[in-house]
């Protein structure tokens, strides 16, 4: 069996044309009970060489499958479901009885099946297909986004025999995609409103990163902007950047927020005074990773209280 999906599978087998194996995983080769550099070479029906190994690997396999949160499917050389897990179970609503022996294709809309027939049929001919975005039908009728992965299955000969897939439901994802679109659309809409602009510092990389409003409020393209840390302070009053330098580091040291204020001349030669504030982003184990903050521009909000 060939995993269809690295990010879905631990077990891996490569085959070559002939169906010879040319990579194996720790993880395949401990199904069949030998060292991977023993599979190398190797016909993918030397499970039938030992039934204990088969059934070995058979039973693995199956527990995977069922494990899995994954639609898994494979399908015969015509295009016929012949295995269907629980995850497909509950992403589509079909019981396996109920799909083995149809086509995956009347899952999917009417007007996306050429493109479904099309991968099918660059899979029979040898080809693998990673992560095609397509759209399929529940059994209630519900449309749900989906990502599809499928590869070949050769016989001992290298002649296609079937397919393995897998299905991976989108629907969350673009949930909050769109949710973190939307929050960040407000935010965008607060920033230009409070003239605030967000930035974030990553130690470890040096790069820094600005929100759009802060590019805005400093004039500066987000296209001619470097991404560094000197780039950032270059924005700054020479004569605050050493004291601004300075309290930065100080709070990847002790992982403590502070405030601070420093000048900046635009492009007109005036000068606008902002208020700094930044905070200690942490990574999982708790260390300081780098430093999250704001820019908020004083002279323009002055300006405008003063109308």
Request: hydrophobic share 45%.
């Amino acid at each position: 069996m060939i995993a269809p999906d690295d990010d879905a599978f631990e077990a891996v087998l490569v085959l070559a044309a002939g169906g010879r194996i040319v990579r194996a995983t720790p993880e395949a080769a401990a199904i069949f009970g030998v060292a991977p550099d023993e599979l190398a070479g190797r016909a993918v029906s030397l499970t039938e060489q030992d039934p204990r190994r088969s059934e070995r690997a058979a039973t693995v396999f199956d527990l995977l499958s069922d494990l899995s949160s994954l639609a898994l499917f494979s399908q015969d050389c015509d295009g016929r479901i012949v295995s269907w897990n629980r995850g497909a179970e509950r992403i589509f609503g079909y019981p396996a009885p109920e799909m083995v022996g149809e086509l995956l294709v009347s899952l999917v809309p009417p007007h996306l099946r050429p493109d479904v027939v099309s991968i099918e049929e660059r899979v029979r001919a040898g080809e693998r297909v990673d992560r095609a975005v397509t759209e399929f039908r529940r059994k209630d009728g519900m449309p749900i986004p989906v990502s599809l992965s499928a590869a070949p299955v050769h016989d001992s000969d290298g002649v296609v025999s079937g397919a393995v897939g897998v299905v991976q439901e989108l629907t969350e994802t673009r949930l909050a995609q769109a949710a973190l679109a939307e929050v960040e659309k407000r935010l965008a809409a607060w920033e230009t409103l409070a003239h605030v602009g967000r930035w974030l510092w990553d130690v470890g990389t040096d790069a820094v990163q600005w929100s759009d409003e802060l590019h805005r409020m400093h004039g500066i393209d987000p296209l001619r902007f470097e991404g560094t840390l000197e780039a950032h302070l270059e924005v700054m009053h020479a004569e605050d950047r050493a004291r601004v330098l300075a309290t930065m580091w100080s709070a990847v040291r002790t992982g403590e927020a502070f405030e601070d204020e420093y000048r900046s001349i635009g492009a007109d030669g005036t000068t606008r005074l902002f208020a700094l504030r930044a905070e200690a982003a942490l990574g999982s184990s708790g260390e300081v990773v780098g430093l999250r903050g704001v820019s908020h521009d004083l002279t323009v909000s002055a300006a405008r209280r003063s109308v």
